[in-house]
């Protein structure tokens, strides 16, 4: 594993890729840390971090993300991990660090900002270092999700594609949620549509009509007893349910409080998710 | 050694391979041989755990390929088709991460990485990007790769393609060379390849293993029919005439690009000497014979025949039919007598498509 994540981290230097990567993710992070902090002389280094947030991590986790596996898929190099005594686990974890490593010198370059605004004013450092814990977790979450994207196609841009479109649906969904009405009408047909798009992703994925059509049933059955019988339930879910998966406002949570420790568990759950989703989409490679 | 117990794969209603099995005892080489699509690599890429069989089982030094992933794949060193290189590494580089991930102990990873080298002679190129490699180069860096950690089974998925003649010649060499000590399985649908390297021959076509033996019983096999090919000095009709009355001969002829001379392929069954009565008949006729060859049946007819791809069998068929080639046009008596190795690029050059 230790093989396999050093040669990925190594990758991104043997092409421009990585200092591409660094050098925007610092470009950014200083640009709205000019204008948030220095120009209007706010001490919360924190609010750099949420503002420059989503823009940055729209633009980075699609470029670091869309070759992990893509690129070894179509080269073939995946036929040496996959025929080496390596487990699958083994390979997806030694990538997926090799990747957040390069994010991490990003993020160790950024340790001086707080002190350089100490040096002009009073700053509260646990704050600004949360904030930036809170940054490298969250861009572990993302990672998570744009190697698991890298996984699904062997070719690069479909990839970045892929986490492309991913990241600005995560980035949209407080506005997208406050705009959601809250009757529990329009709540049970958001949910059947979602329902109808998970039984045809799962006749897709599985080609068995009797699963997808007991999923369907099944879900079609719960959702018309919940709008009969607790409409309660229903009302504003689906705000909350995207409240949940709203990955950019949870980090805005972390910084403005105290060190949270519910949204790190949150950012790793979320890694760990798509890690295994990661595995589960190579194997099955393996078996159709 | 390897035991493959009824492997199947099937992709969609395909199947890429049909219920395949075998055993490979330790110390030989064997050889896969198909036409392209027979399901050679696929096979190959199950053996090693590459991808998984939709049923049957493979057991490596008796762990299951895909029970015991870790033990069985350490026994086992593979080059695929491409060589699965790391294009932006150099071959020094490429091969000590190849050492780390076969579990090569620290310490003993420069000197496994450059006994490899030294064994595929690689070892002036340890610098080079594998990007700038040549092909032939790329493969020796995939074979070495393969080598690493001396594993006891060593599968070469057409170790030659894209290489240059001198170059098979090594890589034969090579192979031999490694059947000292290791147990190789290798892949090629150029026969004389295989029949050079291999102790044992499995012939693939469709998916299925449609014979396997040593080379030495294969040709065996095929010698049924003894074919004599001529050169004599008349025109096509005349000899025609000749032949005709001779009963159990199928034959074509050709008019050679040499004005009067003819080009006539006779084929009879074994027992029958074919060389002495067409000689009689032709002296008879006072037709000159100025060449005269027996052409043993290969490895090459026997590949051609359980493959499907049956040129062999055509002219045997019907004299008449040999007769209405040679009278219709000389293209088609040259593909009705078109030696095998001519045919097997034809079918080649379909499969491609």
């Known amino acids: ?288 | 050694m390897i035991q493959v117990e009824h492997l199947v794969k099937k992709y969609g209603e395909n199947y890429a391979v049909n219920d395949i099995s075998f055993t490979v005892e330790e110390g030989k080489v064997y050889g896969f041989l198909g036409p392209n699509g027979a399901g050679k690599s696929t096979a190959m890429n199950i053996i090693t755990g590459y991808i998984a069989a939709t049923s049957g089982r493979v057991l490596i030094n008796g762990h299951d390929v895909l029970e015991e992933p870790q033990e069985a794949k350490r026994c086992i060193g593979y080059l695929p088709e491409l060589p699965p290189l790391y294009m932006e590494m150099t071959v020094e580089e490429y091969l000590t991460f190849a050492a780390a991930i076969k579990n090569v102990p620290k310490d003993k990873r420069k000197a496994e990485v450059e006994r490899v080298m030294q064994k595929t002679s690689v070892t002036h190129m340890r610098k080079r990007l594998c990007r700038n490699l040549s092909k032939g180069y790329k493969q020796r860096v995939g074979l070495s790769q393969a080598l690493l950690g001396d594993p006891k089974v060593i599968i070469l998925d057409e170790p030659s393609v894209g290489l240059d003649p001198m170059q098979i010649i090594e890589m034969r060499d090579l192979i031999r060379g490694l059947a000292r000590d290791h147990t190789v399985i290798l892949s090629s649908h150029i026969l004389s390849q295989v029949s050079e390297t291999c102790d044992h021959i499995l012939i693939i076509s469709k998916g299925k293993i449609v014979a396997q033996d040593t080379p030495e019983n294969l040709s065996r096999l095929v010698a049924e029919y003894e074919t004599v090919e001529l050169t004599v000095i008349s025109d096509p009709q005349t000899v025609i005439d000749v032949l005709k009355p001779l009963e159990d001969l199928s034959y074509a002829v050709l008019p050679l690009n040499e004005p009067g001379k003819v080009r006539v392929t006779i084929r009879g069954d074994k027992d029958t000497d074919v060389r002495s009565i067409v000689a009689t008949a032709l002296a008879q006729a006072r037709i000159a014979i100025v060449a005269m060859n027996t052409i043993s049946a290969s490895l090459e007819d026997i590949f051609l025949r359980l493959t499907g791809n049956t040129p062999g069998k055509k002219p045997v068929a019907k004299a008449a039919k040999a007769e209405e080639a040679a009278e219709d046009s000389a293209e088609a008596a040259a593909e009705e007598t078109g030696s095998p190795a001519e045919t097997e690029e034809t079918n080649e050059g379909d499969e491609d498509k």
């Open chain 1, 1 to 288: 594993m230790i093989a396999v994540f050093k040669r990925e981290f190594k990758s991104y230097f043997n092409n421009m890729l990585g200092y591409v990567v660094i050098a925007g993710t610092l470009l950014l992070i200083a640009f709205y840390f000019y204008s948030t902090n220095l120009v209007s002389g706010q001490p919360k280094f924190e609010y750099t971090l949420i503002d420059a947030s989503g823009f940055l991590f729209t633009l980075v986790v699609p470029l670091l993300t869309m070759k992990s596996f893509a690129e070894d898929r179509r080269q073939k190099s995946d036929q040496l991990l996959l025929t080496s005594p390596l487990s699958v686990p083994q390979i997806v974890l030694g990538k997926y660090f090799g990747t957040l490593a390069v994010f991490g010198i990003a993020i160790l370059v950024l340790i001086p900002y707080p002190l350089i605004l100490g040096i002009m004013g009073k700053v509260n450092y646990m704050t600004a270092y949360s904030g930036l814990i809170g940054y490298f977790f969250l861009c572990a979450a993302l990672s998570a999700i744009g190697i698991f994207m890298s996984s699904l196609t062997e070719s690069q841009i479909i990839s970045a594609l892929l986490s492309l479109c991913t990241m600005l649906f995560l980035t949209m969904v407080p506005m997208i949620a406050s705009k959601i009405p809250s009757s529990a009408l329009v709540n049970y047909i958001i949910f059947t549509v979602i329902a109808i798009a998970i039984v045809i992703a799962i006749y897709a994925l599985t080609r068995n009509f009797t699963v997808a059509a007991i999923f369907a049933v099944a879900a079609e059955a719960i959702l018309i007893v919940l709008f009969r019988k607790f409409p309660a339930v229903l009302e504003n879910s689906v705000a909350n349910l995207l409240g949940h998966i709203a990955v950019f406002d949870q980090m805005a949570s972390l910084a403005y409080g105290l060190f949270d420790i519910t949204t790190l568990v949150y950012y790793i759950s979320v890694a760990a998710l798509f890690i295994f989703f990661t595995i589960q989409s190579i194997e099955k490679r393996r078996w159709s």
